[in-house]
């Protein structure tokens, strides 16, 4: 091979897994097999492999699955073969996302809904959260004569 030419990212195959039989289909499935979310733990340390190996090769691993299917044991050693041979080139590692949520602030219900911001005046300037800011707004209305406290009641203006 020329140094110019990279090698194809080739994913893995599919795993076929059975279908299951549910009610509705009458205790017949409508198709025999079906592409499944993973490999199963067995069918990984059948080739070999643990499953972050597995998982930093670009292969989908489906820790609930139980079943080993031979078929799919020989059609990933052959995917396999060919990545250590150097004809093809793994994807990117399928490792597990992180989810990062923030923590919500020690205090008690802040009225995030979008009602509630509109109502505390807070949903065109950002989210102060000061009762200052709401205090100094009122106090502007009274100078500049709005009627600030009727304009939410009924027949205000």
Same mark, same amino acid.
């Given at each position: 091979?020329?140094?110019?030419?990279?090698? !194809?990212?080739?994913?893995? !195959?599919?795993?076929?897994? +059975?279908? $299951?039989?549910?009610?509705?289909? #009458?205790? =017949?499935?409508?198709? $025999?097999? +079906?592409?499944?979310?993973?490999?199963?733990?067995?069918? =990984?340390?059948?080739? #070999?492999?643990?499953?972050?190996?597995?998982?930093?090769?670009?292969?989908? =691993?489906?820790?609930?699955?139980? *079943?080993?299917?031979?078929?799919?044991?020989?059609?990933?050693?052959?995917?396999?073969?060919?990545?250590?041979? /150097?004809?093809?080139? !793994? $994807?990117?590692? *399928?490792? !597990?996302?992180?989810?990062?949520? +923030?923590?919500?602030?020690?205090?008690?219900?802040?009225?995030? *809904?979008?009602?509630?911001?509109?109502?505390?005046?807070?949903?065109? =300037? %950002?989210?102060?959260? *000061?009762?200052?800011?709401?205090?100094?707004?009122?106090? +502007?209305?009274?100078?500049?004569?709005?009627?600030?406290?009727?304009?939410?009641?009924? %027949? /205000?203006?």
């Amino acid at each position: 091979m020329s140094e110019g030419v990279t090698k !194809p990212i080739v994913p893995p !195959p599919e795993p076929i897994v +059975k279908t $299951p039989l549910l009610r509705r289909f #009458g205790g =017949v499935a409508p198709r $025999p097999l +079906k592409i499944g979310r993973g490999y199963s733990l067995g069918e =990984v340390k059948a080739l #070999g492999l643990s499953e972050k190996e597995a998982r930093m090769l670009g292969i989908y =691993v489906d820790v609930r699955r139980k *079943t080993v299917y031979e078929e799919n044991i020989k059609r990933l050693g052959e995917w396999l073969e060919k990545v250590k041979k /150097g004809e093809i080139a !793994p $994807p990117q590692p *399928t490792l !597990p996302k992180i989810i990062v949520a +923030k923590r919500k602030k020690s205090r008690v219900f802040r009225g995030l *809904t979008s009602a509630g911001k509109r109502m505390r005046g807070l949903l065109r =300037v %950002g989210l102060r959260e *000061t009762h200052k800011y709401k205090w100094k707004r009122k106090q +502007k209305e009274r100078r500049m004569k709005k009627r600030h406290e009727a304009k939410r009641a009924k %027949g /205000g203006h």
